[in-house]
């Protein structure tokens, strides 16, 4: 588990928008890492957890309520130049008493900022997923269809791509957000 705090910037019955500065600070879980082909997966659990920077890049989430995935749009920090797209593959977002709550199912999808060309990233890490029977063969299936949809919506300039999202910012009066202290203990919201 990987959170990070953001900022909401819409939260429409059609849309979510999540801002991520740089510089926020979010926690994961420790253990020992060496599982999966990158060898970035858990091993085990130790119960704790360890901060976890984000750097580099603002980045702009968009998911439409029950979509099983996140559009991500990234700026360099320096220059607020537009650097990558991001199709994150994901369950849903879930409501919670302190934000939203997802689960990541391993296949990604980048794009340079003009959205031409689109590449699969970690296919690898989902044939490793369903080796170890997180994910059956019909489940990865399903992922990597959501991730053509996802495609196939931004392609076609339907919401929420049928606005230019390359040019928005901030408010300038934001600052970096930070988890509560409680941000591991919450409900679902009803």
């Given at each position: 588990m990987t959170v990070f705090p953001q900022i909401v910037v819409i939260d429409e019955p059609e849309l979510i928008a999540t801002y991520m500065p740089a510089g926020v600070v979010g926690k994961r879980r420790t253990g020992p890492r060496g599982g999966g082909p990158?060898?970035?997966?858990?091993?085990?659990?130790d119960r704790g957890y360890e901060d976890r920077p984000w750097t580099g890049t603002n980045v702009l989430m968009l998911h439409r309520p029950g979509d099983p995935y996140s559009v991500w749009s990234a700026w360099d920090?320096?220059?607020w130049r537009q650097v990558w797209w991001y199709v994150n593959l994901e369950d849903p977002w879930r409501r919670t008493t302190i934000g939203f709550?997802?689960?990541?199912?391993?296949?990604?999808?980048w794009?340079?900022?003009?959205?031409?060309?689109?590449?699969?990233?970690d296919e690898d890490e989902l044939?490793?997923?369903?080796?170890?029977?997180?994910?059956?063969?019909?489940?990865?299936?399903?992922?990597?269809?959501?991730?053509?949809?996802a495609l196939d919506l931004i392609r076609r300039a339907q919401p929420p791509f049928d606005r230019d999202w390359s040019a928005w910012r901030?408010?300038?009066t934001?600052?970096?957000?930070?988890?509560?202290a409680d941000w591991n203990v919450y409900d679902s919201a009803a």
């Open positions: 990158q060898g970035r997966h858990l091993v085990r659990w920090v320096g220059d709550d997802s689960r990541d199912r391993e296949l990604d999808l794009a340079e900022p003009d959205r031409v060309v689109w590449h699969w990233k044939a490793w997923a369903i080796g170890q029977g997180r994910f059956t063969s019909a489940e990865a299936a399903s992922i990597r269809a959501d991730g053509e949809q901030p408010d300038r934001w600052t970096v957000p930070v988890l509560p």
